[in-house]
């Protein structure tokens, strides 16, 4: 399974943005990125997921770079409830099972 | 709306007791996964069915058991309850699917003390 490293953690000012990076070097064509992330003591929550291309969506954008080794996830208006953990994580391929493997994360702490 | 909901939320037990934990989707997902969380090591994956009857091993599956009888419920079972199953229980699903499957909805959690 190709493994992700993200910082262990980070600060942000309220109303910025956010950008999370999280690198995947050892990444296949075929396994796709996720993230996730978890709000204390809640279950994790779905954010955004690519193979290739950049995507958008309406909690955040990921951008893939074009070698696919790694990614960066930002919140374009980081508020006060987006203090999370930020889970960046590889899926197995879908031929294999498809699940998820997490990671430590990075723990984002959004100020005012 | 759908939802996926678990119990208890809050368990404490004793050491070699059996305990099941449940976790149910209203959402007609096929795919369920149930993982555990301790500090310093994030969400590991214990058990996971990809379909009624389907039951496969995750990363740190010794000690526990499932099974999948409909569609709806995945119980997880701790077989003889030790104090290392100390942990946060987490139960997901997730629709089939490559642009589905790794899109998972995660339950409240289930705090489950072994003492």
């Known amino acids: 399974d190709a493994k992700t490293t993200q910082p262990p953690s980070m600060d942000c000012a309220e109303g910025r943005a956010a950008n999370l990076p999280c690198n995947h070097s050892t990444i296949s064509g075929n396994e796709y990125v996720y993230w996730y992330r978890q709000i204390h003591s809640q279950g994790p929550q779905y954010i955004i997921h690519?193979?290739?291309n950049n995507e958008t969506n309406e909690m955040a954008s990921l951008i893939i770079t074009e070698d696919r080794k790694s990614s960066t996830l930002i919140l374009p208006h980081a508020t006060l409830r987006d203090t999370a953990v930020y889970y960046c994580?590889?899926?197995?391929?879908?031929?294999?099972?498809?699940?998820?493997?997490f990671g430590q994360g990075t723990e984002l702490s959004v100020k005012p | 709306d759908a939802e996926i909901t678990q119990s208890p939320r809050h368990k404490i037990t004793e050491t070699g007791r059996q305990v099941t934990l449940a976790c149910h989707q209203t959402w007609n997902h096929n795919n369920m996964f149930w993982y555990r969380q301790d500090l310093g090591h994030g969400l590991r994956l214990i058990h996971y069915s990809y379909g009624v009857h389907d039951t496969n091993k995750g990363e740190v599956s010794d000690g526990y058991s499932v099974s999948r009888s409909n569609t709806e419920d995945l119980p997880l079972t701790l077989e003889s309850a030790a104090s290392s199953q100390t942990s946060v229980y987490f139960c997901?699903?997730?629709?089939?699917?490559?642009?589905?499957?790794?899109?998972?909805?995660f339950g409240p959690g289930t705090r489950l003390t072994v003492l």
């Open positions: 994580i590889v899926r197995v391929p879908y031929n294999q099972g498809g699940k998820l493997i």
């Open positions: 997901a699903s997730s629709e089939s699917g490559q642009g589905r499957v790794g899109e998972q909805f």
């Open positions: 690519g193979l290739k």
